[in-house]
C-alpha cells in the first residue's frame, strides 16, 4: 500500500488537518492520553451489539475503548494517513471490526440513512461555527436510527500557546463557553434527548501536532439519544 500524502489544512474551508506525516509520529496518539471522565463516559454509553461512527478518528484516540465493546466501528477522516495509523496500532483481535473511511465532514456524508446506533467525535467538532456545525448535525441525525446516541468530548473555554508565547486560534473557531456550547448543540439537534457532563480539565503538551502548543481547556461531555 503506498504510503499516504499528509493533508494540509485549508481553515478556510474547515479542513482543520494538520498537514503530517502520521507515520513519522509516536506510536501514541499525538493528542495526547485518553481523558478520564471520557473513558468513563463511552464505557457507559457504547453498548455490545451496537455499530458506531468515529467522525473525524484521526490517529485513534479512544478507538480501542469504543471498538473493545461495539460490534463494528466505522472510522472517518479526511486524513488516510491518520487513519493508516489508527489501523496498524489496532489490535489484531479489533481489527476485523473496523472500517476506514475518508471524506470531508462538511460535506453531504457518503453513508447511509438510519444505519447506525452511535456517532462519537473528540477533539474537532468544537472548531466549527454553528452554521457549518448544524450542517454536520443534519448528516449525524440522518445516518443514526431512532434510539441512536450522540456522545461527543466537546472542548469549551480553550486557550493554545504556542513555542514563542503567542495565543493561537485556528481560523475563525468560536471558541465556545458550557453556556454558548449547550445553546448551540441544543438548536444543533432538536429530535435528540440531550444531556450534558463536566468532563476533564486539560493541560496537554501537543509535541507531535502542526505547529506544537500547550493545549488547555475544559470539556464537555454531549450524550444525546435521537427520538425521532
Keep these: 500500500m503506498p504510503k499516504a500524502k499528509p493533508v494540509p489544512a485549508n481553515e478556510k474551508e474547515f479542513v482543520f488537518s494538520e498537514g503530517i506525516d502520521y507515520s513519522k509520529t509516536s506510536k501514541s496518539s499525538i493528542w495526547g492520553k485518553e481523558d478520564t471522565a471520557t473513558v468513563d463516559f463511552l464505557k457507559r454509553v457504547v453498548k455490545k451489539g451496537t455499530s458506531w461512527v468515529n467522525l473525524a478518528a484521526g490517529d485513534g484516540r479512544y478507538n480501542n475503548l469504543i471498538a473493545n465493546t461495539a460490534d463494528n466501528v466505522l472510522d472517518v477522516d479526511i486524513d488516510q494517513g491518520a487513519l493508516?495509523?489508527?489501523?496498524a496500532n489496532t489490535p489484531v483481535n479489533l481489527q476485523r471490526k473496523l472500517e476506514l473511511k475518508v471524506f470531508n465532514l462538511v460535506k453531504s456524508f457518503p453513508l447511509d440513512s438510519n444505519s447506525y446506533d452511535g456517532v462519537f467525535n473528540s477533539g474537532t467538532l468544537?472548531?466549527?461555527p454553528e452554521m457549518i456545525f448544524n450542517v454536520m448535525a443534519t448528516e449525524i441525525s440522518r445516518i443514526l436510527r431512532v434510539g441512536g446516541k450522540i456522545a461527543i468530548e466537546f472542548s469549551i473555554n480553550i486557550k493554545r500557546i504556542d513555542r514563542e508565547g503567542q495565543r493561537l486560534v485556528f481560523g475563525e473557531e468560536p471558541m465556545y463557553t458550557k453556556e454558548t456550547a449547550i445553546k448551540m448543540l441544543n438548536n444543533a439537534f432538536p429530535n435528540f434527548n440531550m444531556k450534558y457532563t463536566d468532563g476533564d480539565s486539560v493541560v496537554d503538551d501537543t509535541?507531535?501536532?502542526?505547529?506544537?502548543?500547550?493545549?488547555?481547556?475544559?470539556?464537555?461531555?454531549?450524550?444525546?439519544?435521537?427520538v425521532s
Aim: proline residues 7%; negative net charge; aromatic residues 22%.
Design 84 to 87: 493508516d495509523k489508527l489501523f
Design 126 to 128: 468544537y472548531l466549527f
Design 207 to 226: 509535541k507531535e501536532a502542526n505547529p506544537p502548543y500547550m493545549f488547555y481547556c475544559d470539556t464537555l461531555l454531549v450524550e444525546g439519544t435521537k
